[in-house]
């Protein structure tokens, strides 16, 4: 899955007229950077369309982060509480705010809210949703700098004749503000804001030669060449995400069941034509079933008029048919007296006759206990040969154990 990430300029910068490049870097799903390069924020659909996600990384003076004490409220009750939670410390009207409210920290009473101008995020949004993004967040960019343990982590970004500067204090604070071009000043700035703290400056590598020779004069400060896997890194992890509930996103949700109106609609009608072909079968077989049941039960009664009661034709039939063979003295082969004469017979080809310690008949089976050695494989063999002649079968149930039955039965 592949994810474009977008770094827009200052909303200043915008507001002022000219036409200003974003930088982006569309990632794979290893955290691979597999297209890198800049520019104009209505010139990148083909990047927007082919990507899966789209993350806007917003200038860190467009978000205000605020600190602000939380009830314990479940998230949709949070959420609709959020505008008056942060009203004393937002000017306007926090209606008018794009709000996200960071993670609760282990025994933190305060939490973090993000706070930007909903209008000109929802026109941002809408811009990448009208390039065909399938999905969007909007990130603060001074969140997205590394998080140096005890340390601070700034970036300094050229825009429109200033320097956007970036400041990430901890996991849910910083700040952002636009400064002037001069290098020494924007360094006596990020040293004020900071205070004592060492301080990692993440820089374009076209600045980096003028602000090495300053660092003298600042101790305390550490260079970096920036990099897009610098703010892939941070952004990954970071769960404050403006762009949910902008009213720019419903059109790709509408869109997303869009795409799956026909394919829907084309599986419910296979469904429906595989349902209706179940039942028509079912009921063709179901009347089969009573025709077959029908005829049985009328040659049934054709032949035995004094049934007064019918349950199971077939049944009712083979046990008069085995009534009537046994009152005319034809032995079942089920019987005991075939069972145990088909065995003494197969027997006869045995060098051993008396190899029978116990013979039980229970269930139409006849079972026989064998005497200790008495029998070796090669005779089971010849005994199961003579047996199978008669349609008879014999198991060894268990050692010494044998079970005779007819037609297979065991």
């Not at 429109?160 to 006596?188: C, F, K, P, W």
Request: aromatic fraction near 4%.
């Amino acid at each position: 899955m592949t994810t474009l990430y977008i770094r827009y300029p200052a909303r200043s910068a915008a507001d002022s007229g000219a036409l200003h490049n974003c930088q982006f870097a569309l990632v794979g799903e290893g955290g691979n950077v597999m297209q890198q390069g800049a520019g104009a924020p209505g010139n990148l659909a083909s990047v927007v369309a082919g990507a899966r996600r789209v993350v806007l990384l917003l200038a860190a003076s467009d978000v205000s982060l605020l600190r602000v004490k939380v009830p314990p409220l479940s998230g949709a009750r949070l959420k609709a509480a959020l505008p008056g939670l942060v009203e004393e410390q937002v000017l306007g009207d926090p209606a008018d705010c794009a709000l996200a409210i960071a993670p609760a920290q282990a025994e933190e009473s305060e939490r973090t809210v993000a706070v930007a101008q909903r209008a000109w995020l929802e026109v941002l949004v809408q811009a990448v949703v009208a390039q065909g993004a399938h999905s969007v967040s909007a990130l603060p960019a001074q969140l997205c700098l590394p998080l140096q343990p005890g340390a601070v982590s700034a970036a300094l970004t050229p825009a429109d004749g200033a320097l956007e500067l970036a400041l990430r204090q901890s996991q849910y604070q910083g700040l952002g503000m636009t400064v002037a071009i001069d290098a020494d000043n924007a360094l006596h700035t990020l040293r004020a804001l900071a205070g004592d703290t060492p301080i990692t400056l993440y820089l374009p590598a076209a600045l980096r030669a003028q602000y090495e020779p300053l660092l003298a004069n600042h101790p305390g400060i550490t260079l970096e060449e920036e990099h897009w896997a610098h703010w892939i890194a941070a952004a990954r992890g970071l769960q404050l995400d403006l762009a949910l509930g902008l009213s720019a996103l419903s059109g790709t949700q509408a869109r997303k069941w869009q795409r799956w109106r026909w394919p829907l609609r084309i599986a419910a009608l296979a469904v429906l034509v595989n349902v209706a072909g179940m039942n028509i079968e079912w009921l063709r077989l179901k009347r089969e079933a009573d025709s077959v049941r029908q005829a049985m039960t009328q040659t049934f009664r054709a032949a035995y008029p004094k049934e007064a009661v019918i349950l199971d034709p077939a049944a009712q039939m083979r046990k008069n048919i085995a009534l009537a063979k046994a009152n005319s003295g034809e032995v079942a082969p089920d019987e005991f007296t075939a069972l145990s004469a088909a065995f003494g017979e197969a027997l006869a080809g045995l060098a051993r006759h008396d190899i029978a310690a116990s013979i039980e008949y229970r269930e139409r089976s006849l079972t026989v206990k064998l005497k200790p050695d008495s029998v070796d494989a090669n005779g089971l063999a010849q005994v199961k040969a003579a047996l199978a002649g008669r349609k008879l079968a014999l198991t060894e149930t268990a050692p010494g154990i044998w079970k005779i039955s007819a037609g297979g039965k065991s």
